[in-house]
């Protein structure tokens, strides 16, 4: 191999982007192309490093076919990076093929997590478990084996395992270390820090209070009847009810169980779930419908008692009934949790990972522009949205992930 090459790839792997563009910066063969890609991708600058990672891919020429999926691999990771999650992920997986094809398991595990890592962003934890459990990190060099803990660590959050994540970061600090990576050390420890930060509040008999991450878990595994304000769900240890696509349902029975063990005033229950400022004959008997269906939603979780001023909230076999609400009340707080990751998102990529669509995404992102609450820079395809961290507070409550009905 070119000796400069070598040298430019091995400041790579040590986390040193200048110094492999001192050696290769005035060359434009593909494997310096490639090198001064993955460079500027590690520098920030992804536009810049998008063009010459595929420029490098067309150099190699087709006769080179690991040197062309190794392109693609960088590519994936730089629109990971840039939060382009519309990246054909098809490319990736035959970029994966051809790496295991050839005897190239390092990359070829390097796709695999850049993978998984898209999976947990929009949301589909299954498939990103599914294809976790294939990987084995044993024999990667301590980078990797940092990056496979760090995704274990990150779908354990999805899941609120905390115990799991705990264990997880511990590896990844250890597998940080030993690589020697400045920038890795200082990602683990970003990440761990999530498991000390407060991530919702818990409401209960007119009190509130912080929960870290293994406390919401604690609540959520015990057998007092919770109101999830995070998503949308009621829940009584494994048994769960969406109320995601039922708005209306929800607020009653968030209202419900703020005020329990007392019961609500129906005036109070129509303005909160209707927005009616005067309750007429119509509201009073769109809330007994809306009620009706509340029963029936929630099953043998709890009743609704009808009373003699309003309704209240009847948990069956719980020993309490908590609100867990997030640790800061604002209305695009999915949307400002993705965000304040630190990275640049386009408006098409927070409409995957939201399940939105992207001109609903668009005027929210402009609603939180004038409020001074997201950024943007660049114009038409190339505009991306960036968020100051929501400081002192961990978001994992507030990503998009799936639910599982019982």
């Known amino acids: 191999m070119d000796p400069l090459i070598q040298a430019a790839a091995q400041a790579l792997a040590a986390g040193d982007p200048l110094g492999a563009l001192k050696r290769v910066a005035l060359r434009d063969d593909a494997s310096a192309l490639a090198l001064r890609g993955i460079a500027m991708a590690q520098l920030g600058d992804f536009i810049r490093a998008k063009a010459l990672v595929r420029s490098a891919a067309r150099a190699f020429g087709p006769k080179q076919a690991v040197a062309r999926a190794r392109c693609v691999v960088a590519e994936a990771e730089i629109a990971l990076a840039s939060r382009d999650l519309a990246w054909p992920a098809k490319a990736l997986g035959a970029a994966r093929a051809t790496l295991e094809a050839h005897g190239d398991r390092a990359n070829a595990a390097h796709a695999g997590y850049l993978e998984v890592r898209r999976l947990v962003l929009i949301g589909r934890i299954d498939e990103a478990e599914s294809t976790l459990a294939a990987l084995d990190p044993a024999p990667l060099p301590p980078a990797l084996r940092a990056a496979h803990e760090l995704v274990v660590a990150g779908v354990a959050l999805r899941r609120l395992q905390t115990r799991t994540a705990r264990a997880a970061f511990a590896q990844a600090k250890q597998a940080a270390h030993e690589a020697r990576i400045p920038a890795l050390i200082a990602e683990v420890e970003s990440a761990s820090h999530t498991l000390n930060l407060p991530a919702a509040r818990l409401i209960a008999r007119g009190e509130e209070r912080l929960l870290l991450l293994d406390e919401v878990e604690a609540l959520l595994a015990s057998k007092a009847f919770v109101v999830d304000a995070c998503r949308h769900v009621v829940q009584k240890a494994d048994a769960v009810a969406s109320l995601a696509r039922r708005p209306v ?94 990275e640049s998102w386009s408006s098409s990529a927070l409409a995957l990972a939201l399940g939105a669509s992207q001109r609903t995404v668009q005027r929210t992102l402009d609603s939180l522009a004038a409020a001074g609450k997201a950024q943007s820079f660049g114009r038409g395809r190339a505009r991306r949205w960036m968020a100051p961290p929501a400081s002192g507070f961990a978001t994992t409550l507030l990503l998009p992930t799936p639910i599982t009905l019982n």
């Open 249 to 342: 349902l929800f607020t009653l029975v968030y209202v419900l169980a703020q005020a329990w063990p007392t019961d609500v005033p129906r005036d109070t229950l129509i303005a909160r779930a209707f927005r009616a400022k005067h309750a007429d004959d119509s509201h009073r008997a769109r809330l007994r419908v809306e009620i009706g269906r509340l029963r029936t939603v929630l099953g043998a979780l709890a009743d609704v008692s009808a009373t003699r001023h309003g309704f209240a909230l009847t948990p069956r076999d719980a020993r309490a009934v908590v609100v867990l609400a997030r640790p800061v009340e604002e209305t695009h707080a999915a949307m400002l949790a993705l965000l304040a990751d630190g």
